[in-house]
């Protein structure tokens, strides 16, 4: 089967399973459930691909395979257990506030479709490191793709953790979050996210998928202009707190943070 082959079967298995989140969403009056599917989607994706490239170097395969399933399942999960009986997140809820009764349409191709088909393009890396037979051995690359992986790994699942506990606390209401990973750059969870991407990358280059470059550079802009610290940095941005955090803490790439 050919790459592009495997790959509109992935769109297909992809954009099947958004339809059927959809229809739940209706059902549950919450469109936000799509969040909860993002990471999950990508761990089916990669094991489709394996399925589906049996003439790829086979640890290649178990490396990317079992790297985006350990990203995919613990952001997943981590949502789900954010979100649970919570109500519908306020993007969406506000979305469904101006289209009123038609939202039940409209909620499909603007955010299930929308993000199966991101999800698609995003994937291709996890297709690219799989399909490629060559080289049959474990390379620098893919070392260095481990590694910059196992960075962006820690500093998103230790700054989703230390977050949580310091909301927890009931002393630290009205505070603004400046430890641990905190302390280094204002938003550690979306720079893990990239850096994971980016690890991807590297994996699938060692495997002649140097071209997929475009899959972590989209993930990285989704994160930093649209849905992730643009949004964020918007409303936080109001706080004096939070402006005197941000004037001494980088807000993506990590670093020691400014003297003032």
């Known amino acids: 089967m050919t790459f592009m082959g495997i790959y509109a079967i992935g769109l297909v298995a992809i954009l099947g399973l958004m339809t059927l989140l959809w229809l739940v969403s209706l059902k ?3 469109s936000s459930i799509v969040d909860i599917f993002w990471g999950a989607g990508f761990v089916i994706a990669g094991w489709l ?18 790297l985006a ?9 981590h949502i789900l257990r954010r979100n649970w009986g919570k109500p519908e997140d306020f993007r969406y809820a506000k979305w469904r506030g101006e289209a009123g009764q038609s939202w039940w349409w409209k909620s499909y191709p603007r955010v299930f479709l929308l993000q199966g088909v991101l999800l698609w393009i995003i994937s291709v890396p996890l297709l690219a490191a799989q399909f490629g037979a060559l080289p049959q051995r474990i390379t ?18 230790a700054g989703d953790a230390q977050l949580e506990r310091f909301k927890a606390d009931p002393a630290n209401k009205g505070k603004v979050m400046d ?8 938003h550690p969870n979306y720079f893990g996210d990239s850096a994971q991407w980016w690890g991807f990358y590297l994996i699938a ?19 930093v202009r649209v ?9 936080m941005m109001q706080r004096p707190a939070y402006r005197e955090y941000a004037a001494r803490t980088n807000a993506f790439v990590p670093w020691f943070p ?3």
Do not use: Q
């Not at 430890?179 to 204002?186: A, E, I, K, S």
């Not at 849905?227 to 409303?235: I, M, P, Q, R």
């Open 28 to 30: 549950l009056k919450n």
């Open 49 to 66: 691909y394996f399925a589906l490239t049996p003439d790829g170097f086979l640890p290649r395969k178990l490396l990317i395979a079992g």
């Open 69 to 77: 399933t350990l990203w995919g399942l613990r952001l997943s999960i």
């Open 140 to 157: 620098v690359l893919d070392v260095l793709g481990a590694l910059v992986w196992l960075v962006g790994f820690y500093f998103e699942a």
């Open 179 to 186: 430890r641990g990973v905190w302390r280094y750059t204002r």
């Open 205 to 223: 280059a060692a495997a002649g998928g140097w071209w997929a470059v475009y899959a972590p550079a989209l993930m990285t802009f989704l994160l």
């Open 227 to 235: 849905s992730g610290v643009a949004l964020l940095e918007k409303t």
């Open 258 to 260: 400014r003297k003032k």
